[in-house]
């Protein structure tokens, strides 16, 4: 099984401020997926394939990465980003999801 | 417009069974795959088993000995059946579209209690 180790566990940025959050896996996957998930909510679809951002996903989002090292970075910090991001690898079964880094702003 | 939705009673008690509904509308299950994913109260989330477009099945090997899924492509409908539940278990179920996980249900809260 490979396990998704996602960092910071929690986070608070102020408006404006540049955000990565990293997602480390235990071994090699070929891509990886990112969720944002807002309390009370079903997780969305957001960054697929490493880079690709969802539809409707603002231009301020971007994914990056290769192998076991994977991030979601957010250019400026916007109060509607404030949610609980998960990674997701589907190259081998099990699928696993990171356990989550909740963002939080200043 | 692709909708998922879950359905099952809110309250099991231990030791008992859990029976879930997704149903699927607006794509057909002979072409499309899907899983069902928990999330306990406060916690992260386990993906738990799929079925895929062609009626087969995968699952998580951590609770692979006490869970089947199953579907009802006539009605668009996938079942998920775990035995032996326990407090453990008390968490919100999602059904999602496999592949992209870009179609989520909007979950069922399922409480393990006596």
């Known amino acids: 099984e490979i396990v998704l180790t996602q960092s910071p566990t929690t986070m608070a940025a102020s408006p404006g401020e540049k955000v990565t959050l990293n997602c480390l896996a235990s071994s090699s996957v070929s891509y990886m997926n990112w969720y944002q998930q807002k309390s009370g909510a079903s997780p969305k679809l957001w960054i697929y394939g490493t880079s690709n951002l969802a539809s409707g996903v603002p231009n301020r989002f971007s994914g990056s990465g290769s192998g076991t090292s994977y991030s979601l970075t957010i250019s400026s910090m916007e109060a509607e980003d404030v949610a609980t991001y998960y990674c997701?690898?589907?190259?081998?079964?099990?699928?696993?999801f990171g356990s989550g880094t909740k963002l939080e702003i200043k | 417009q692709v909708q998922l939705k879950e359905s099952g009673p809110g309250l099991v008690q231990p030791s008992q069974t859990l029976s879930l509904t997704c149903t699927v509308s607006?794509?057909?299950?002979?072409?499309?795959?899907v899983s069902w994913i928990r999330q306990p109260p406060g916690k992260g989330l386990e993906w738990m088993g799929v079925?895929?477009?062609?009626?087969?099945?995968d699952y998580n090997s951590a609770i692979k000995s006490r869970l089947s899924i199953s579907r009802d492509t006539s009605k668009s409908q996938v079942f998920l059946k775990m035995n032996s539940l326990q407090t453990e278990d008390t968490a919100m179920y999602f059904c999602a579209l496999t592949g992209y996980f870009d179609y989520w249900g909007q979950g069922v809260m399922v409480t393990v209690s006596s």
């Open positions: 079925i895929w477009s062609n009626g087969g099945t």
């Open positions: 997701l690898q589907l190259s081998s079964y099990p699928l696993t």
């Open positions: 607006g794509l057909s299950l002979t072409s499309n795959s």
